[in-house]
């Protein structure tokens, strides 16, 4: 009977990785940790560094008797797979180390704080996150809380990844579809022609004029105000030709009346 058992342990160890997940019972506790029955062939031993007190899991547990007991079954997780035994912890891994996370990477997140300059994600890595107000949407945010709140559940894109300064840069609009164009195109009608037959009329397409901007305006008003001014300025420009023909014409006569008097 213990063969089989033996051998399903070996495919069980097989599978044990990282991160994963277990409901252990404590099998002995010494002053370094404790053992801990996972159901593997090999040992796996819980470290008193990584023993974590229900009661305050910021608190530095210094006397493992006071935490855990024999027969406590605990929740785990594998921190490191060695050969000869399976290094255990009380204290929920990271989803994604720093070595782990890279540009192009599609994840998933929740909103944990806004600020004027952008939202800060938790992606499960050391640190949250930040998208930067101008990565929330194609459209023009003029503050994050007008395209997500705290507690939102949100797809985001990894842009960068600075292990040296713990950043993590995301986008929102980069896995968002890029603006309809200003040009609409409207589907093709279909109406009836001569002897019935119905022929397929192309619609113009649909021209979508965005509100004026405020040059725009200043611009149009300044255009209007000459439009009113332009039969004034017409009645000074020929006011003005009148006058220098006129003048012409003075001159003309003057030299005229000078040569006929050198000619007596």
């Keep these: 009977m213990d063969k089989p058992i033996e051998q399903s342990n070996n495919e069980q160890d097989q599978t044990i990785t990282a ?53 406590q079954v605990v929740n785990v997780w594998v921190k490191r797979v060695l050969k000869d035994h399976y290094e255990l912890t009380m204290r929920e891994p990271l989803q994604y180390e720093w070595r782990e996370l890279a540009p192009e990477m599609t994840l998933k997140g929740k909103v944990v704080r806004l600020e004027s300059f952008g939202a800060f994600v938790e992606i499960g890595a050391e640190r949250p996150g930040l998208i930067h107000v101008s990565e929330l949407s194609h459209n023009y945010v003029r503050v994050p809380s007008e395209v997500v709140k705290v507690g939102d559940e949100v797809d985001v894109k990894v842009l960068e990844v600075n292990r040296r300064k713990k950043q993590i840069k995301l986008s929102m609009k980069a896995l968002q579809e890029n ?35 405020f040059m725009e305006i200043a611009m149009r008003k300044a255009m209007d105000r000459a439009e009113q001014r332009r039969p004034e300025i017409t009645s000074r420009i020929k006011k003005a030709k009148g006058l220098d023909n006129e003048a012409d014409d003075i001159f003309d006569r003057t030299m005229k009346t000078k040569q006929s008097n050198d000619g007596d």
């Design 179 to 213: 603006p309809e164009e200003l040009y609409v195109q409207a589907a093709p009608s279909k109406r009836k022609g001569k002897g019935g037959k119905q022929e397929v009329v192309e619609e113009v397409d649909e021209e979508v004029i965005p509100d004026p901007t």
């Design 19 to 71: 991160k994963q997940k277990f409901e252990g019972k404590v099998i002995k506790t010494s002053l370094q940790g404790a053992l801990v029955d996972i159901g593997s062939k090999l040992p796996a031993f819980l470290h008193i560094s990584q023993v974590v007190d229900p009661a305050d899991a910021e608190k530095v547990v210094s006397n493992l008797d006071t935490v855990l007991q024999v027969d």
